[in-house]
């Protein structure tokens, strides 16, 4: 088929005049306006409006739950004992970012770093002069509360004497208990010091003395105290398998420990006690049984 | 309401022979096209009856056509000429003769419908409704710039064509 430009302009002027006959016109007009009559504009079912509503609503409500309890958790870091915001913050805020610390080391770390945040809170509270012995009880409280779980987590860090009891080697057990023992005493002057500061902060301000006598003084001090007993524990028993590896220096090494034990803290008056508990350690309480060493044989 | 019928009724003899002659064009089946020109007034109606605005309403009327047109040929092509031969049925040329009485008409749009099918509309809608640039880019769904290569490649695919068959003659 072969068309030349004449014919398709031709063909083109046509198509231009293509119409609907009259009687076809009318047909489809009278088609289209009886459907006009007949038909309704399909509505919105009222169960999928309330559905779409509530959706916008709840979303809505969400973003704003979400967007206020943000910013109300973020305005709370900044509170102090008494403030409106301070139950969310030591509540709420501070355990839920300890629990998005995982490893163990991070959630020590991170209970003395709330211990510190208390005693912050303190110096603040004492430089602006709005100190309330209630409110300061609280902040005691889980200044304690820190460091006994510091203490706990860091228990759950230690190698434990079974898994000692495994090895044979001495030499290695040896090596292990005295890095233990040092990390142990390491960590305690970290908490010990952090006692110190908070019970010197309080004996500074003289309002505050009557919360120091009658609260605070015994219960640092029996915190110091159970943590020197126990450190001298550890010490001992560190002794003791020194004692077994090197027996020629056991003399040497029991002077060593009259003399560690001559050390204490001038408000420590249970001395006595400590180096009695001392003396009452028995074998079954070192790391590792004397018969398991291969020395002993 | 009433306004709507009314002018309704106006757009509908202001554009039902363009959408006709459209849907002829497409379907070379005036009973057809018939069909489907009332189809589209009917989306049309619909379409305001749910209380939507429009912008341009022949180029509307121009995407329902089309749109109707595509949905006619899917259906037409499920049922397979295959079936319908072995059911008696023999395609005949009756139908298209009733439109196109004339023999250049018939060439006219063979010939459109041999350029790149990207282009037969866009040339179609200048050549046969002497629709502008932003019509056919409304009409068609596509940009302006679009429109006015399509156009242009098209046209001169269409030359090239013609001057073809004439040295073949």
Redesign the interface.
């Known amino acids: 088929?072969?068309?030349?430009?004449e014919?398709?302009n031709?063909?083109?002027?046509?198509?231009?005049e293509?119409?609907?006959t009259d009687d076809?016109?009318n047909?489809?007009?009278t088609?289209?306006f009886s459907?006009?009559a007949t038909?309704v504009?399909?509505t919105k079912s009222p169960y999928f409006s309330h559905i779409h509503f509530s959706y916008k609503v709840f979303a809505t409500a969400f973003v704003l739950l979400f967007s206020i309890s943000v910013g109300t958790t973020y305005a709370s870091f900044k509170s102090l004992p008494g403030d409106i915001l301070y139950p969310l913050k030591t509540n709420f805020a501070e355990p839920a970012i300890k629990l998005t610390k995982f490893s163990k080391t991070a959630k020590e770390d991170f209970d003395l770093s709330l211990a510190d945040t208390r005693i912050q809170e303190v110096e603040t509270l004492i430089k602006e002069k709005r100190i309330n012995e209630n409110e300061l009880e609280k902040n005691f409280i889980l200044f304690e509360k820190h460091l006994d779980e510091k203490k706990k987590d860091r228990e759950n860090n230690t190698p434990k004497t079974k898994d000692l009891e495994n090895t044979n080697n001495i030499s290695e057990i040896n090596a292990l208990n005295f890095k233990v023992s040092q990390e142990v005493e390491i960590e305690d002057e970290e908490s010990n010091s952090r006692v110190d500061r908070y019970r010197e902060l309080i004996k500074s301000e003289p309002k505050l003395n009557n919360f120091y006598e009658t609260n605070a003084k015994i219960k640092l001090d029996r915190r110091r105290k159970i943590d020197k007993i126990e450190n001298k524990k550890e010490e001992k028993e560190k002794n003791s398998l020194l004692e077994i590896d090197h027996e020629d220096n056991l003399t040497d090494k029991n002077t060593d420990d009259s003399e560690s034990s001559t050390i204490q803290d001038p408000e420590d008056d249970s001395e006595d006690d400590e180096v009695e508990i001392n003396n009452n350690v028995t074998p079954s309480a070192l790391p590792i049984k004397p018969t398991l060493s291969p020395l002993g044989l | 309401m009433e306004e709507h019928?009314k002018q309704?009724?106006e757009t509908?003899e202001m554009y039902?022979?363009a959408i006709?002659?459209f849907c002829?064009?497409k379907t070379s089946d005036p009973k057809q096209a018939?069909d489907l020109?009332?189809e589209t007034?009917?989306r049309l109606?619909?379409y305001v009856?749910?209380?939507k605005d429009i912008e341009n309403t022949k180029s509307f009327l121009y995407q329902i056509a089309r749109n109707l047109i595509i949905d006619f040929y899917r259906k037409k092509k499920s049922s397979s000429l295959e079936k319908m031969q072995d059911e008696g049925f023999e395609p005949s040329n009756d139908d298209y003769e009733k439109?196109q009485n004339?023999s250049?008409?018939?060439?006219?749009?063979?010939?459109i419908n041999t350029l790149e099918e990207k282009y037969r509309d866009v040339v179609y809608m200048k050549?046969?409704e002497e629709m502008d640039l932003k019509g056919i880019s409304e009409s068609l769904n596509i940009t302006i710039n679009n429109a006015t290569v399509r156009l242009h490649r098209g046209l001169k695919q269409l030359q090239k064509l013609?001057e073809n068959?004439?040295n073949?003659?």
Do not use: C
Not at chain 2, 104 to 111: C, L, P
């Open positions: 088929m072969a068309i030349n430009e014919q398709f031709k063909g083109l002027k046509a198509l231009k293509v119409r609907l076809a016109k047909v489809i007009k088609r289209i459907h006009m038909y504009p399909p | 019928k309704f009724e509908y039902a022979d006709y002659k002829v064009y018939e020109a009332a007034f009917i109606w619909e009856a749910s209380g439109i004339t250049e008409i018939r060439m006219a749009i063979d010939t050549l046969v013609i068959q004439n073949g003659n």
